[in-house]
């Protein structure tokens, strides 16, 4: 994520990755009590231009508040201090990973009267990668809502991440995908799911899930070109008969599912909504897309 060379913003500094340091006492390393968001900018014909930059720093000011982190910086100086960061880094296509963390020394289970805020910038590719996942079920569920603010982008409920999509691929799978306490299907490890079934799409209501920015970007692009979205609570049971499945994140962007345990989806994901609305995805966060108002001509 980076070399030596590499500079990051640490409370106030640009400095070098190497020396972006904390202590062993910090109270986010032992609680996971920190919140971060996970951003992405691209080369645009208009220059480098972070997507919705103002909808992510304002989820981490929501994260902040969640759980009681102070954050002094206003979404716009954290913009232009991202922007200042990408320069710096000689950076346009790039993963942004700010962190607001309790780095006092400090072993209370109490709220931090103070926090540290560092940004990180590093060149990174899909996520999840180019190809079509094979997703299993999780033994594992999303966090309860009811014991962690499942809204905000808190690191400890990461914990659940890597269990889970560790879980997956040690049986051989992609990825992981995890239902609700209530066995209704919510979301991978760090993306949001959708499925088509009969030219619709269909995902989860925020409840159990992250309110993801490209989850909204996707539903608004889809509602644009005339495709129906449904948001609704569904088991496992009812994703028999989709034809198509996708997942949808800032790190991931729109990636192709083609099964999920023993569910194959039975169209190519080439000829699924996904595959065109991954295209419409990047059209408008790379700066092209002069078409995105018009109607789609889809074959699913
Ligand atoms: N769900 C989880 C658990 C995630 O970590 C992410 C990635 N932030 C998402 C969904 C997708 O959110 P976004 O589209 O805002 O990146």
């Known amino acids: 994520y980076f070399n030596p060379d590499t500079l990051a913003f640490v409370d106030g500094e640009f ?4 020396q972006a340091q904390v202590s062993s006492y ?16 691209y080369a645009t014909p208009a220059g480098t231009q972070i997507f919705k930059a103002k909808e992510h ?13 102070p954050l002094s910086y206003s979404i716009e100086e954290m ?9 710096l880094n000689n950076l346009s296509d790039a993963y942004i990973r700010p962190l607001v963390y309790a780095g006092t020394p400090n072993m209370t ?8 805020l560092m940004i990180a910038v590093w060149d990174w590719g899909k996520y999840l990668g180019d190809q079509c996942l094979r997703l299993s079920i999780s033994p594992y569920q999303r966090p309860n809502p009811k014991a962690v603010p ?3 982008k808190v690191s400890g409920h990461y914990v659940n991440s890597i269990i889970a999509s560790s879980e997956a691929r040690g049986r051989g799978f992609d990825e ?8 209704f299907v919510a979301e991978g490890p760090g993306a949001n799911f959708f499925f088509e079934k009969d030219g619709e799409l269909f995902t989860a209501p925020p409840g159990s899930i992250l309110r993801g920015i490209t989850r909204n970007t996707i539903i608004d692009l889809a509602r644009e070109a005339g495709i129906k979205v449904t948001e609704k609570f569904f088991t496992p049971d009812e994703l028999q008969g989709a034809t198509g499945a ?14 999920i345990d023993d569910l194959v989806f039975s169209t190519p994901y080439q000829d699924t909504l996904g595959h065109v609305l991954a295209e419409r995805y990047h059209a408008l966060v790379t700066g092209q897309s002069v078409a995105h108002s018009q109607n789609l001509e889809v074959k699913a």
């Open 15 to 18: 400095v070098k990755a190497d």
């Open 26 to 41: 910090a109270q986010s390393l032992h609680y996971g009590y920190a919140v971060f968001e996970g951003i992405r900018s």
């Open 57 to 69: 720093y304002e989820r981490l000011q929501y994260s902040c508040k969640s759980v009681g982190l």
């Open 79 to 87: 913009t232009e201090i991202t922007y200042r960061l990408l320069e």
């Open 109 to 116: 289970l109490k709220h931090a009267s103070t926090s540290n």
């Open 150 to 152: 499942i809204e905000a």
């Open 176 to 183: 992981a995908l995890l239902l609700d306490m209530n066995g």
């Open 246 to 259: 996708f997942f949808t994140g800032t790190a991931a962007e729109v990636i192709g599912i083609t099964s």
